[in-house]
């Protein structure tokens, strides 16, 4: 039979090409680092079935037995307007693997909000013991309280696992609420493989009544048409004074300049913000300039153990594609996700 060549452009361990390597005799696994689209092209050559990827590349051209791109982050909003969306060629996504991390970052930007850590950090800078701690200091607790998770995919549900270790009662939105089943790359021991947690699964069109229920909202929704705005004005009024958002989707999923208002003027009690719309957030934006928001700069999904989750997905893919089985995390180009 005919090799399968594979082409990655990241910076994999050996051990790591190895252990795709080990997938089939078949696969010719090959690496050539690449920083940008231009070096993804130019390392790309006639005999590329399977390229590995972060960057696209300018042009298909030259790659006619290309027939599958695995990409190295859970996104692929940034392929809309490339060659390759328009073309054929299947296209998967990392997602599952930042359940963990992203999951963990959550929790803790609700803790850290909730418990008053910002000002605690405020004080100690200062060197200075607040004299009236009961009222700089007393916080919700996260146990009895309601989260929503809008948007209930491998991150969406790991947040959902933690939460309810917390005592919390769960909520989700969902594009399809009666397929509850997890089909996407799903890490052992996490998440909610068969939607069990959410004592409530919203369409999305009944997203502000779910909003108007909980004390925590999640975005956790896949950057497409269909998402961007997905939170406006009315999106925030509908929560309560005391709600807090954490949004780790996509900056251009909220309307930022209503967020803006609905913290100054206490629509919502706060926000914990890991993307933004543009990025980086420039320094006049006036969300640096509020005491109720934490900012970070687009990190939630760091982990040094990163590579090894990807390449774990990319070789149980390899194996379906050479078993001629559906590759999971397919992006539906007519979703947009």
């Known amino acids: 039979m005919e090799p399968i060549h594979v082409l990655g452009t990241l910076r994999f361990t050996e051990g790591q090409l190895d252990k795709l390597r080990a997938v089939s ?4 696994v090959r690496q050539e680092t690449c920083r940008n689209a231009e070096e993804v092209t130019i390392a790309l050559h006639d005999e590329v079935e399977v390229l590995y990827t972060f960057h696209c590349p300018t042009t298909l051209d030259a790659v006619p037995r ?5 990409l190295h982050s859970a996104g692929s909003d940034h392929l809309l307007d490339t060659q390759l969306w328009q073309s054929d060629v299947i296209i998967t996504t990392t997602s599952g693997i930042h359940a963990t991390t992203i999951g963990e970052y959550v929790i803790a930007s609700m803790l850290a909000f909730t418990r008053r850590f910002p000002r605690m950090f405020h004080f100690q800078q200062r060197a200075e013991w607040a004299s009236d701690r009961w009222k700089n200091f007393v916080g919700r607790e996260l146990r009895g309280s309601t989260i929503c998770i809008v948007g209930y995919g491998s991150i969406g549900r790991e947040v959902a696992r933690l939460a309810r270790c917390l005592g919390m009662r769960v909520l989700a939105i969902k594009r399809n609420p009666e397929n509850s089943i997890d089909t996407g790359f799903v890490m052992p021991g996490i998440g909610d493989p068969d939607g069990s947690i959410p004592e409530a699964i919203y369409p999305p069109q009944e997203l502000r009544q ?13 950057s497409a048409p269909s998402t961007r705005g997905l939170i406006g004005r009315e999106e925030l009024r509908s929560m309560t004074d ?8 996509r900056g251009n999923v909220i309307d930022q300049q209503a967020l803006v208002c609905a913290l100054r003027e206490g629509w919502i009690g706060g926000a914990g913000l890991d993307v933004f719309d543009p990025e980086p957030l420039p320094a006049e934006s006036p969300l640096w300039q509020l005491d109720n928001i ?5 990190v939630s999904g760091f982990t040094p153990h990163y590579d090894d989750y990807a390449t774990d997905l990319f070789a149980e893919n390899l194996r379906r594609y050479l078993d001629g089985r559906p590759l999971l ?9």
């Open 25 to 28: 005799p078949r696969l010719e």
């Open 66 to 70: 290309l027939r599958w791109v695995q």
């Open 210 to 222: 779910a909003l108007a229920r909980s004390d925590y909202v999640v975005l956790t929704v896949p």
């Open 242 to 249: 005391h709600a807090y958002l954490v949004n780790i989707s």
């Open 294 to 298: 934490i900012i970070s700069p687009h």
């Open 329 to 337: 995390n397919q992006v539906d180009r007519q979703r947009g996700y």
